[in-house]
């Protein structure tokens, strides 16, 4: 699957230079329907091919991304799609904890001196290990913990959750959604195997068009944020208005609740005996209470705190939130590295 793409192109290349010598030699009549149709595919091709051309050496000279760069260079067999993972050393026999979590964690773009593992490493003396993966649900996250718990072996797990990941969880509510949807290949649990999916109407086919392709990457991504737009002004039906209506009523939701308490008693199991912290980035229900009643029941801890701290300074409208105002600035990641260092002092 990682090679597709370009032997997709490849194959694409070829066809266009021979379609087009085969017409330049006049082996087809010129007055033929044959050739009508042939001259009007390759007059598309090209158009094509010269679009794509275009848009790679725009991205080389203006974002530095090399000319054969695509999607399959962050694709993970198991993950879906590469997170982002940083270590931090603060000395051979400190104690380790690891960080998992989402886009939160993973820091959109901030250095990594600046993000909350940081503040917890350098407060509580310890190495601490953090992968972050924009839009990963508790699924992915599930899969890091086990990638690292034998490699890192840990002594705390800290597990950054959001409320959005009861949609991500599963491919039905993704599929739905126009604002939660990652659009990439990922695992969902379904049964009890984990299969990777891409979340849309011919997902395999468009993530094997914009795995290949600057052009439908772009044209893809413009309907999506056009759709993302009706749907915030009410002209499309989004599964988040019903959610908001029915909340664990709603069948589907359900559904993935119950797959997501499943996954959480997975990653119990996975880190065995050592303390397992649970924490919320944001503070939406019917979420909130929804993972408090998880961890009660799974004898996890769950922060709280956290979530209400960030709710009540956002209110008060203190400086701590991205441009887009929802993930975290650098005062908003030092807050929450604090609040998490604090209560590990305290406890372990």
């Known amino acids: 699957m990682h090679y597709l793409p370009e032997i997709f192109w490849i194959l694409f290349c ?90 939160f964690t993973e820091g959109l773009g901030l250095e990594s001196n600046k993000l909350y593992p940081r503040v917890v490493a350098e407060d509580t003396q310890s190495n601490v290990k953090a992968y972050g993966g924009r839009g990963y649900g508790t699924l992915q996250e599930l899969i890091v913990i086990e990638r690292y718990a034998a490699t890192f072996k840990p002594d705390i797990v800290i597990l950054q959750l959001c409320s959005n990941d009861i949609i991500n969880n599963s491919k039905k509510l993704e599929q739905e959604s126009y604002f939660q949807n990652a659009l990439m290949m990922r695992p969902y ?42 749907a915030q002004k009410g002209y499309l039906p989004t599964v988040e208005s019903t959610i908001a209506e029915h909340g664990i009523n709603y069948p589907e939701y359900h559904e993935s609740v119950q797959t997501t308490a499943l996954l959480l008693q997975e990653i119990k199991e996975e880190v065995g005996d050592k303390p397992l912290i649970v924490f919320l980035a944001d503070d939406i229900e019917p979420a909130r209470s929804i993972y408090r009643g998880m961890t009660s029941e799974l004898d996890i801890v769950f ?10 300074l956002r209110n008060n409208g203190a400086d701590i939130f991205h441009q887009d105002q929802v993930h975290w600035n650098e005062n908003g990641h030092e807050i929450v590295g604090r609040l998490l260092s604090e209560y590990i002092k305290m406890n372990y």
């Open 14 to 103: 070829l066809i266009l230079v021979a379609v087009t010598v085969l017409l330049y030699r006049g082996r087809f009549q010129r007055d033929t329907l044959l050739t009508g149709i042939l001259i009007s595919i390759v007059s598309v091709l090209f158009t094509f091919a010269v679009l794509e051309v275009a848009f790679r050496l725009r991205h080389k000279f203006v974002r530095d991304i090399p000319l054969t760069s695509n999607i399959n260079a962050y694709f993970d067999p198991d993950l879906g799609w590469r997170g982002v993972s940083n270590y931090y050393n603060t000395g051979d026999t400190a104690r380790r904890i690891l960080i998992v979590g989402d886009s």
């Open 189 to 230: 649990r379904i049964g009890d195997q984990r299969k990777l999916e891409f979340p849309h109407s011919f997902g395999k086919v468009r993530f094997f068009l914009t795995s290949g392709s600057r052009v439908a990457h772009f044209a893809f991504s413009k309907v999506d944020a056009l759709n993302a737009q009706l």
């Open 303 to 312: 922060l709280e705190e956290i979530a209400e701290k960030m709710s009540l």
